[in-house]
C-alpha cells in the first residue's frame, strides 16, 4: 500500500520561504508523478504543482508560477516543494499526491493522497 506523508508547514511572514516535503512508502515511488496541490477554507482544492516520474518534467499553476519549484529524489523517496515569495493568498492545507500519469493538473486524476500540511501566511 502507497502512503504519503507531507511536513515542512508552519507558519510565516509575507515574502518568505518554506519548503514542504513530502514522503512516500513503498518501492514503485519512481514509477508516479507526484503533483502538489492546495485547499484554503470554503474553497476548492487548487492544483499547484506536478513533477514526472523521471524529475524530467514540471508543470505549475499560473498563481504559483515563478515564485515554487518542485523537485523529487527518487533515492530518498520524496518530493519537495519549494516557495519562495510567498503571499497571503497561499494559505492552504497543502497536500501532495501520487499518479500514473504525467502533467496531470485534475485532482481526480491522482491515486493516492496524504493528509495535508497547513501554511499560514501573514501580511
Known amino acids: 500500500q502507497v502512503q504519503l506523508v507531507e511536513s515542512g508547514g508552519g507558519l510565516v511572514q509575507a515574502g518568505g520561504s518554506l519548503r514542504l516535503s513530502c514522503a512516500i512508502s513503498?518501492?514503485?515511488?519512481?514509477?508516479?508523478?507526484m503533483g502538489w496541490f492546495r485547499q484554503a477554507p470554503g474553497k476548492e482544492r487548487e492544483f499547484v504543482s506536478t513533477i514526472s516520474a523521471s524529475g524530467g518534467s514540471t508543470y505549475y499553476g499560473d498563481s504559483v508560477k515563478g515564485r515554487f519549484t518542485i523537485s523529487r529524489d527518487n533515492v530518498k523517496n520524496t518530493v519537495y516543494l519549494q516557495m519562495n515569495s510567498l503571499k497571503p493568498e497561499d494559505t492552504a492545507v497543502y497536500y501532495c499526491a501520487a499518479g500514473v500519469f504525467p502533467s496531470e493538473v485534475a485532482a481526480g486524476r491522482y491515486n493516492y493522497w496524504g493528509q495535508g500540511t497547513q501554511v499560514t501566511v501573514s501580511s
Open positions: 513503498g518501492r514503485t515511488f519512481n514509477r508516479y508523478a
